[in-house]
Each structure stands twice: as structure tokens, then as C-alpha cells.
């Protein structure tokens, strides 16, 4: 097996190339679906519960087998296990694209999802070991990041026009030939690696994990979707948090346990763990008012609020790159808060925005949340990587995997409530208009935009416009309370992350350093015992 630290320059950067493009995937796939609505309503005509398992299986396998696959990763290696995820991802796909029923279609979501689990912890610990010198490191990890926060919003732009001219399934198909490339460039220039005394799988903590896991965001999904007084809402978030803890106290007692709960005591890696759970936690919330807003506020087509979304993941591009540049110049505490509180002044930014106001006003505040999220996820992820020894990184990169995916889903059961209270106490419609309007209008502003049409012209306009005005205070509800909890959130964090140095030496090649001068200092002080030996001066004590 080639050791990684003795890797090329070209090879380097290829590898983080490969796992770029992974990750890419998986951003758009995760949000493309949701314009293949419509068409899959048409040619299906899923029942209600059916749709809600088309949006909702790839995440929850994706989200309930994420630690599961770190681990296995960690014992198996790293690239087989990438080379085996893209080519589940790319045969899941490809079934997805055909699928010839609802039920069919559910089943290979959540195949996608299985497949999507082994790629996201693999491709963070492949660049971990690939880039060993830290200044490389945080380099490639601020690309990455910033490659992550991009394929989120790329999802209307690739689906728009494959909708435009193709079937449903195209969004789905596309994945194969990018996958196709992934696994030939991947088979050859990804290099394995592996913890090389891994220990058995503690199989008692997978069901732990899985279904802890799967339980909250189903609880969280369900509370945002129909509202917090359902049953199943309280049993599955009182079985997700049972489950979670006994999980927790399993890893702490066990052998061998798939995540090593002492790296939650480093305050590097809790600190990034922290930042990157916080920023998703606000982003995800606003990300989908954003869509909503350009889409039945200002009537954008899918694929025009695809573009119009793309100054956010811009300004993430921009400063993915630039990480070490502020982690030098401030710190890697303060560099981090920085993109916490630009996030946070984009979040007051958006009060700005109004039904009609110009479109640079919101592009504005889009890049500069970009700027922000840009530094969050390039810095927190190379602190994250960089606390966790490279035996044990896939484990850590699935902690942050899910830590990610509960914090989105969070954010959308809290702030999405929020936008859809405020939205409804908002709404006053107009005189005259029909109870089963008034109704639909009341559901969300989906319905009303759908329902004023079939109203009497000037009725309809009406509706339309309080319909408007009501989201876009929603909206900025949703927006400042997002901004009020970044700002408070930003406090702890750099709190947390004070004292963690700028530079942050690869863990394995710091032990190796501090065994190779503790063997030194042995043996000179075997060499030195003798007549003049209580004439040197006593030796000090090895770092580390």
C-alpha cells in the first residue's frame, strides 16, 4: 500500500479533484429531485404518502448508515469503499431513472442514499491522507468546502434543462457517466488507506446509530412538514434521542467503537463540529425561503432560480480557496467566527428584500452569506480532519457527515415552522374570497399562487399580493432568527476553537516526530552515563 505522504504534487491534486466531483454529485442529487416533482406527480400519480417517501428515503439512508460507512471505511479501506459507493451510486441512479412505479422509485432513493453514505466519509478522508502538510491541507479543504456548498444550489441549474428537454429520470441518469469517470480516474490515482489495526466492528452500536439516527430526522422532517401535535413526531424523537444516548454510552464503554467519543473533547474537533452543524442549521432554513421567494414571489422558473441562486455558492467558491490567507491573518477561532458573522449579516441583510425589490439587492446579500459559509465549511472541516487521527478519520468525517444532516434538518423543522406560523398569521385575505380558496391560500403560498388564478381577476390579483406580503415577512422572520442564533452561536464557537493553533500539524506525523526524539533522548542518555555524566546539563523533556 503507497503511503499517501509520499504522494506527488499531481497526484495530490487529482485526488482531490476525484473526491470533488463525488461530493458534487451529491449536492446536486440531493436537490434536484425536488423540480422532478411536478413531472413525477404526472407520470406516476403517487399517493401522498408515497411523495413523502420519494423526497425522504435518500435521506434517511444516507443519514442513519453515514457512521456506519466511516467506520467500515477506517477498517476496509477508503478508496475501495469510494470505488464501491460510485458504483452503487451510479447503478441506484440508473434504476431510479427507470423506475416504473412509485414504490420502485422509493426503493432506489434509498438505495442512492445507501450508496451516497460510503461516499461522503470516504471522500473527506481521502483528501485527509493525500494532503499531509497542513498549509496543503487547509488549502484542499477550503476548495472542497467550498465545491460542497456549491452543489446544493447546482441542483436547479443541471435540472432545469435536462426537465426542459428530457424525462424525469434524466436528472437521475446524468449521475451515471459523471460516477463512470469517477471510478476509472479514481481506480488509478486514489491511493488506499486504512487503519491498520482496526479491531473488530462493534455490530451492537450499528442498529444504535442507524435507527437513532433515522428516528430524529424523521421527527424533525414530519414536525417541519405537518406541524408538532402528531403522536409519531413524540415517539420518534423520544426513540431517535433514547437511542442517540445509548449509542453514545455504548462507543464510551466499547472495545472497539465505530466513533471514538474522546475526539468530542478535543476543542478543535468540537468546535468545528459545532460551527459546521450551526451554519446548516441556519443555511438549510434559508436556502429553501430563498427558493420559495424567487420562485412564487417573483414567478422565476425552476431553472431561473437555479441562477438566480448561484451568487450564494459563488461567494463560497471565492473564499473556499482563501481559508489559510484568514486563518494566518486572524486565526483559526476568529477566521471561523468571521464566517459565522458574515452568514449573520446576510441573514439581517435579507430584511432588505421586499415583494418587488431588484434582484441585486438579494444577489448581494447571497454572496456575502456565500462569503460566509465559504469560510465555515473550509475551516471547520480542515480543524476536523486535522484533530482526528488518520487511523480513525473516516469514523470522524461520518461524525461530521451527520452532525451536518441533523443540523439541516433542524433548521428546516425550526425555521421552516417559523415561516409557515408567521406566513399564516400574516395572511388576510381578501373579501369575498371563497372559503376553499382562503383554505388552500392558507396552506402555503404554493397554494395560493396555484388557487388565484381560478378566482375573478381582481380577486385573484388580491390574493396574490397579501399571499406575497405575508411570505416575505415570513421570511424575514425566518431570517433574523437565524441571524440572531448565528450571532450567539459564533460566541461559543470561538470560544471553543480559542487556543487551537493556526497551524495544525498532521496528528500521525506529530507522533512520529515526538517517538522519533523520545528514542533520541534515550539513547543519549545511555551514551552519556559515565564519569562526566553528572557534568551535562539535564535534557528537556520531549514535547508532545
Known amino acids: 500500500m503507497t503511503s499517501s505522504g509520499n504522494l506527488s504534487a499531481a497526484r495530490k491534486w487529482a485526488t482531490l479533484a476525484i473526491c470533488c466531483v463525488a461530493s458534487l454529485v451529491l449536492g446536486i442529487d440531493n436537490t434536484v429531485v425536488n423540480l422532478a416533482f411536478p413531472h413525477l406527480v404526472r407520470d406516476m400519480d403517487p399517493s401522498s404518502t408515497q411523495l413523502l417517501w420519494i423526497a425522504d428515503a435518500y435521506g434517511f439512508a444516507l443519514g442513519g448508515l453515514v457512521i456506519v460507512m466511516g467506520s467500515l471505511g477506517d477498517r476496509f479501506g477508503r478508496k475501495r469503499l469510494l470505488l464501491l459507493g460510485g458504483a452503487g451510486f451510479a447503478l441506484a441512479s440508473a434504476v431510479t431513472a427507470e423506475a416504473p412505479s412509485a414504490s420502485w422509485l422509493i426503493a432506489a432513493r434509498a438505495l442512492q442514499g445507501v450508496a451516497g453514505a460510503t461516499l461522503m466519509p470516504s471522500t473527506l478522508s481521502l483528501v485527509r491522507n493525500a494532503f499531509t502538510d497542513p498549509k496543503e491541507r487547509s488549502l484542499a479543504m477550503g476548495i472542497s468546502g467550498g465545491v460542497a456548498a456549491g452543489g446544493f444550489a447546482l441542483g436547479p441549474v443541471v435540472g432545469g434543462p435536462l426537465l426542459d428537454h428530457f424525462w424525469w429520470g434524466s436528472v437521475f441518469l446524468i449521475n451515471v457517466p459523471v460516477m463512470a469517470l469517477v471510478l476509472v480516474a479514481g481506480s488509478v490515482?486514489?491511493?488506499?488507506?486504512?487503519?491498520?489495526?482496526?479491531?473488530?466492528?462493534?455490530?451492537?452500536?450499528?442498529?444504535?446509530?442507524?435507527?437513532?439516527?433515522?428516528?430524529?430526522?424523521?421527527?424533525?422532517?414530519?414536525?417541519?412538514?405537518?406541524?408538532?401535535?402528531?403522536?409519531?413526531v413524540w415517539v420518534c424523537a423520544g426513540l431517535g434521542v433514547a437511542l442517540l444516548v445509548g449509542f453514545v454510552l455504548r462507543q464510551r464503554r466499547a472495545a472497539h467503537p465505530l466513533v471514538d467519543i474522546a475526539l468530542l473533547r478535543s476543542r478543535g474537533f468540537s468546535g468545528a463540529i459545532a460551527a459546521n452543524t450551526l451554519s446548516i442549521f441556519a443555511l438549510a432554513a434559508q436556502s429553501l425561503a430563498a427558493s420559495l421567494y424567487f420562485q412564487d414571489v417573483r414567478g422565476y422558473s425552476p431553472m431561473g432560480t437555479g441562477f438566480a441562486l448561484l451568487?450564494?455558492?459563488?461567494?463560497?467558491?471565492?473564499?473556499?480557496?482563501?481559508?489559510?490567507?484568514?486563518?494566518?491573518?486572524?486565526?483559526?477561532?476568529?477566521?471561523?467566527?468571521?464566517?459565522?458573522?458574515?452568514?449573520?449579516?446576510?441573514?439581517?441583510?435579507?430584511?432588505?428584500?421586499g415583494v418587488a425589490s431588484d434582484y441585486w439587492v438579494m444577489g448581494a446579500v447571497m454572496f456575502v452569506s456565500g462569503l460566509g459559509i465559504g469560510l465555515v465549511f473550509g475551516i471547520a472541516g480542515d480543524t476536523m480532519l486535522a484533530s482526528a487521527p488518520k487511523e480513525r478519520v473516516g469514523a470522524a468525517s461520518a461524525v461530521e457527515s451527520t452532525a451536518t444532516e441533523l443540523g439541516g434538518a433542524?433548521?428546516?423543522?425550526?425555521?421552516?415552522?417559523?415561516?409557515?406560523?408567521?406566513y399564516r398569521h400574516q395572511l388576510t385575505p381578501p373579501a369575498g374570497t371563497p372559503a376553499q380558496a382562503v383554505a388552500a391560500a392558507h396552506e402555503s403560498i404554493g397554494g395560493?399562487?396555484?388557487?388565484?388564478?381560478?378566482?375573478?381577476?381582481?380577486?385573484?390579483?388580491?390574493?396574490?399580493?397579501?399571499?406575497?406580503?405575508?411570505?416575505?415577512?415570513?421570511?424575514?422572520?425566518?431570517v433574523a432568527a437565524g441571524g440572531v442564533a448565528l450571532l450567539l452561536g459564533a460566541g461559543l464557537v470561538v470560544r471553543r476553537l480559542r487556543g487551537v493553533p493556526a497551524v495544525m500539524a498532521d496528528q500521525d506525523a506529530e507522533r512520529q516526530e515526538t517517538g522519533t526524539r523520545q528514542a533520541v533522548g534515550r539513547h543519549a542518555a545511555r551514551r552519556d552515563v559515565g564519569p562526566d555524566a553528572a557534568q551535562q546539563p539535564a535534557a528537556p523533556a520531549p514535547l508532545g
Not at 381582481?458 to 399580493?465: K, P, Y
Request: some cysteine; glycine content about 12%; aromatic content about 4%.
Open 448 to 478: 395560493a399562487v396555484a388557487v388565484a388564478p381560478t378566482l375573478p381577476a381582481r380577486l385573484g390579483h388580491a390574493l396574490d399580493a397579501a399571499a406575497q406580503q405575508a411570505f416575505v415577512d415570513g421570511f424575514h422572520g425566518v
Open 189 to 232: 490515482l486514489l491511493v488506499e488507506s486504512r487503519n491498520p489495526n482496526p479491531g473488530p466492528i462493534d455490530w451492537r452500536s450499528v442498529p444504535l446509530s442507524c435507527l437513532g439516527v433515522v428516528a430524529t430526522v424523521y421527527a424533525l422532517k414530519t414536525a417541519a412538514r405537518d406541524g408538532v401535535d402528531r403522536p409519531d
Open 410 to 422: 433542524l433548521g428546516i423543522a425550526l425555521l421552516g415552522s417559523l415561516l409557515t406560523a408567521v
Open 311 to 353: 451568487l450564494g455558492p459563488l461567494g463560497a467558491m471565492v473564499t473556499g480557496p482563501l481559508c489559510p490567507v484568514a486563518v494566518k491573518a486572524l486565526g483559526r477561532a476568529r477566521a471561523v467566527g468571521l464566517g459565522l458573522v458574515l452568514m449573520a449579516l446576510s441573514c439581517f441583510g435579507y430584511l432588505l428584500v
